[in-house]
């Protein structure tokens, strides 16, 4: 094929992106939990579900969260 994306390019993805937005996105719901409790706790099923469960993992994992965001920190500060 004439013109083709070469394969590096079509798809610029990495477990490391992937894991920091996973991390950002439980850090986030968690924060939304702790003001509007009730704008995550009505959508407990569902699409927006994942919120909901995003939010309980950060609050019961919040050691094992705290210490993900630090090691998170430390290799973009240090290592990228």
């Not at 579900?49 to 998170?72: D, H």
Request: glycine fraction near 4%; charge should be positive.
């Amino acid at each position: 094929m004439a013109g083709a994306w070469p394969a590096s390019q079509c798809l610029p993805f990495s477990i490391f992106s992937l894991l920091t937005v996973i991390l950002l996105l439980i850090c986030t719901c968690v924060y939304i939990q702790s003001l509007a409790s009730s704008l995550l706790d009505r959508n407990k099923t569902g699409l927006l579900g994942i919120f909901w469960k995003c939010a309980r993992t950060g609050e019961r994992k919040s050691p094992y969260v705290a210490v993900c965001r630090i090691a998170m920190a430390s290799s973009i500060l240090f290592i990228q």
